[in-house]
T-cell receptor, first 112, second 117 residues
Framework: RKEVEQDPGPFNVPEGATVAFNCTYSNSASQSFFWYRQDCRKEPKLLMSVYSSGNEDGRFTAQLNRASQYISLLIRDSKLSDSATYLC?????????????FGSGTRLQVQP | ETGVTQTPRHLVMGMTNKKSLKCEQHLGHNAMYWYKQSAKKPLELMFVYNFKEQTENNSVPSRFSPECPNSSHLFLHLHTLQPEDSALYLCASIGIGTSGTSTDTQYFGPGTRLTVL
């Protein structure tokens, strides 16, 4: 089983749609969780951290379910500029000595 | 700009060549990483350096040789590579506090796109 699993997509949605991505992780000792965004042929960039209580940043909402080892990202009112690959990322500890484990990513294509 | 720079941005080399990739971070971080990203695969961790010391080598072949002369610079020396080593090589850095706890965010450089002929 992969350490971090994501549906590769692509998710093709019209502008203004709401879309949700899911991610599961295998290590129950994982401490911190993130969503990164990667545009085509560019480096990954942090989109948002994921907290146990859930958190929201504008049109983006992230949720964490530790019992099910499941992370989600919800994007409301999709924009063309949201088209990218979204990477689910897990860190096993918070010392920084163990680097992040990346999922393969979910590709989103927002269409006019 | 993320504060992490990589050179060169593109590199084409033959299997008998020797080349080096360079990464520099201007963020005052003290941990640096090399990742490899092949087409349609997740990022693969290669090496981790904390305070200039290598703390992780993720079963990387010896034809890849890292060097960290100080906490701001990281190199990846390449020799006798194979065509399957063609990929995007990403450098990243993160801050580690004096108590050992890290900040949340790992910052990536733009990557070096390597093609081995």
């Amino acid at each position: 089983r992969k350490e971090v699993e994501q549906d590769p997509g692509p998710f093709n949605v019209p502008e203004g749609a709401t879309v949700a991505f899911n991610c599961t992780y295998s290590n129950s000792a994982s401490q911190s969780f993130f969503w990164y965004r990667q545009d085509c042929r560019k480096e990954p960039k942090l989109l948002m951290s994921v907290y146990s209580s859930g958190n929201e940043d504008g049109r983006f909402t992230a949720q964490l379910n530790r019992a099910s080892q499941y992370i989600s990202l919800l994007i409301r009112d999709s924009k063309l500029s949201d088209s990218a690959t979204y990477l689910c990322v897990v860190n096993k500890d918070n010392t920084g000595r163990r680097a992040l484990t990346f999922g393969s990513g979910t590709r989103l294509q927002v269409q006019p | 700009e993320t504060g992490v720079t990589q050179t060169p941005r593109h590199l084409v080399m033959g299997m008998t060549n020797k080349k080096s990739l360079k990464c520099e971070q201007h963020l005052g971080h003290n941990a640096m990483y090399w990742y490899k990203q092949s087409a349609k695969k997740p990022l693969e961790l290669m090496f981790v350096y904390n305070f200039k010391e290598q703390t992780e080598n993720n079963s990387v072949p010896s034809r890849f040789s890292p060097e960290c002369p100080n906490s701001s610079h990281l190199f990846l020396h390449l020799h006798t590579l194979q065509p399957e080593d063609s990929a995007l090589y990403l450098c990243a850095s993160i801050g580690i506090g004096t108590s050992g706890t890290s900040t949340d965010t790992q910052y990536f450089g733009p990557g070096t796109r390597l093609t081995v002929l």
